[in-house]
């Protein structure tokens, strides 16, 4: 575990930040606090992060699975391109199988990540994909299919049971709480798109979608709750999505609304065109608080380093694209291939990731955009 460290900081900044015991932790961050911790990052660039070799975050971060030597691979990767951030996913099964294991998996993930110079955000929860999450063995990828074995955490059985709520809850002050003082830790994600539908993917398996809602609803500000109960350093967000911003936040859902009311520094995702980036980014700081993109960069739909990376630096809103190596994930395949499998060909243009398996780019421009937005030489 690692001390804050006040070096280059003013005095009025350390008061700031010394000051979150009179605030308390079971409280939002003021704005103050948020704005003041947002000053000592550096312009956070990044990806969301699994390994080649992980179908999933089970598959990651498993004992039988997890893969140290290659994750410091991949991160020397990210590294050599100025990326100073990862978004990672954890699971609530991981803390129920091993929860001792899990924790020494985390902490040699951080040592791996603080060698390369990388700061993770942690994400809790999440409501993407598959529905019926299993420890053990996960199966292979289908064939030409994207993303065809993450999972949700909690699944679909936990979510509808509230009797499991209670394992939710040590999960989550479980691990916030082992390192809520590790400064090798960025932030936490506590849901990543809370009460999305994957009926069209999953909808046998899926929750109605109406139930399901309700009970994120009901679930969502326990969990910021249960975080902020183990008092961590780090500050606490979940990323808007799907957010109509032409209505200046009028027509906002009562997740949208539990997400901003709740997070301490606003986080957001944006799969559509530079323009629609730009307006929510103008939006959001309204808010007065920190504004990091947690998810973007969809080629084919618009959303393209080229175009949202200049945008985000002038801006300084931190930047985070899906996917950074093509592996077990097969995210480089688009949304659709769910309806039509690239099994034949290969897509005419990847959709997600920054490298191919071994390591080389997949397009030279945009890695050398990345170096020089970040200062990479």
């Given at each position: 575990m690692k001390r804050i460290k006040f070096a280059f900081m003013t005095p009025a900044?350390?008061?700031?930040l010394c000051t979150g015991a009179a605030w308390g932790q079971t409280a939002r961050w003021p704005e103050e606090k948020a704005n003041?911790?947002?000053?000592?990052?550096?312009w956070l660039v990044g990806s969301n992060y699994a390994p080649k070799s992980a179908i999933n975050q089970l598959e990651m971060w498993q004992e039988t699975t997890f893969d140290p030597a290659q994750i410091d691979i991949e991160l020397n990767w990210a590294e050599a391109?100025?990326?100073?951030t990862m978004r990672v996913f954890l699971h609530d099964l991981l803390w129920q199988q091993d929860a001792a294991g899990f924790q020494k998996r985390i902490d040699r993930f951080l040592a791996l990540a603080s060698r390369h110079h990388i700061r993770p955000i942690f994400v809790l929860f999440d409501s993407c994909w598959d529905p019926l999450p299993h420890l053990g063995l996960q199966h292979p990828p289908i064939p030409g299919v994207h993303n065809s074995g993450w999972v949700q955490s909690p699944g679909a059985t936990a979510l509808a049971d509230?009797?499991?709520y209670p394992r939710l809850k040590s999960y989550v002050q479980g691990v916030v709480g082992a390192f809520a003082k590790d400064d090798r830790i960025l932030a936490w994600d506590v849901w990543n798109e809370p009460g999305a539908d994957n009926a069209g993917s999953y909808p046998k398996e899926e929750l109605k979608i109406e139930d399901k809602i309700a009970r994120v609803k009901a679930l969502l500000p326990q969990a910021f709750q249960w975080a902020r109960e183990a008092n961590p350093m780090q500050p606490l967000t979940s990323g808007v999505w799907a957010a109509d911003t032409s209505t200046d936040g009028l027509d906002l859902g009562e997740l949208q609304q539990i997400q901003l009311r709740e997070s301490d520094i606003?986080?957001?995702?944006n799969y559509s065109w530079p323009e629609y980036f730009k307006r929510e980014v103008t939006w959001l700081k309204k808010y007065n608080r920190p504004v990091i993109c947690t998810e973007y960069m969809a080629r084919s739909v618009g959303s393209t380093f080229d175009t949202f990376l200049p945008i985000a630096k002038q801006?300084?809103?931190g930047a985070i694209n899906w996917g950074f190596v093509a592996g077990k994930t097969q995210t480089y395949f688009p949304w659709e291939s769910w309806q039509?499998?690239?099994?034949?060909d290969q897509p005419?243009?990847?959709?997600?990731e920054v490298l191919r398996a071994d390591g080389t780019p997949y397009r030279q421009a945009e890695v050398n955009l990345i170096r020089q937005l970040t200062g990479k030489k």
């Amino acid at each position: 575990m690692k001390r804050i460290k006040f070096a280059f900081m003013t005095p009025a900044v350390i008061v700031i930040l010394c000051t979150g015991a009179a605030w308390g932790q079971t409280a939002r961050w003021p704005e103050e606090k948020a704005n003041a911790w947002y000053v000592q990052q550096s312009w956070l660039v990044g990806s969301n992060y699994a390994p080649k070799s992980a179908i999933n975050q089970l598959e990651m971060w498993q004992e039988t699975t997890f893969d140290p030597a290659q994750i410091d691979i991949e991160l020397n990767w990210a590294e050599a391109m100025g990326m100073n951030t990862m978004r990672v996913f954890l699971h609530d099964l991981l803390w129920q199988q091993d929860a001792a294991g899990f924790q020494k998996r985390i902490d040699r993930f951080l040592a791996l990540a603080s060698r390369h110079h990388i700061r993770p955000i942690f994400v809790l929860f999440d409501s993407c994909w598959d529905p019926l999450p299993h420890l053990g063995l996960q199966h292979p990828p289908i064939p030409g299919v994207h993303n065809s074995g993450w999972v949700q955490s909690p699944g679909a059985t936990a979510l509808a049971d509230a009797n499991q709520y209670p394992r939710l809850k040590s999960y989550v002050q479980g691990v916030v709480g082992a390192f809520a003082k590790d400064d090798r830790i960025l932030a936490w994600d506590v849901w990543n798109e809370p009460g999305a539908d994957n009926a069209g993917s999953y909808p046998k398996e899926e929750l109605k979608i109406e139930d399901k809602i309700a009970r994120v609803k009901a679930l969502l500000p326990q969990a910021f709750q249960w975080a902020r109960e183990a008092n961590p350093m780090q500050p606490l967000t979940s990323g808007v999505w799907a957010a109509d911003t032409s209505t200046d936040g009028l027509d906002l859902g009562e997740l949208q609304q539990i997400q901003l009311r709740e997070s301490d520094i606003i986080t957001f995702h944006n799969y559509s065109w530079p323009e629609y980036f730009k307006r929510e980014v103008t939006w959001l700081k309204k808010y007065n608080r920190p504004v990091i993109c947690t998810e973007y960069m969809a080629r084919s739909v618009g959303s393209t380093f080229d175009t949202f990376l200049p945008i985000a630096k002038q801006e300084r809103v931190g930047a985070i694209n899906w996917g950074f190596v093509a592996g077990k994930t097969q995210t480089y395949f688009p949304w659709e291939s769910w309806q039509h499998p690239y099994i034949l060909d290969q897509p005419p243009v990847w959709f997600h990731e920054v490298l191919r398996a071994d390591g080389t780019p997949y397009r030279q421009a945009e890695v050398n955009l990345i170096r020089q937005l970040t200062g990479k030489k």
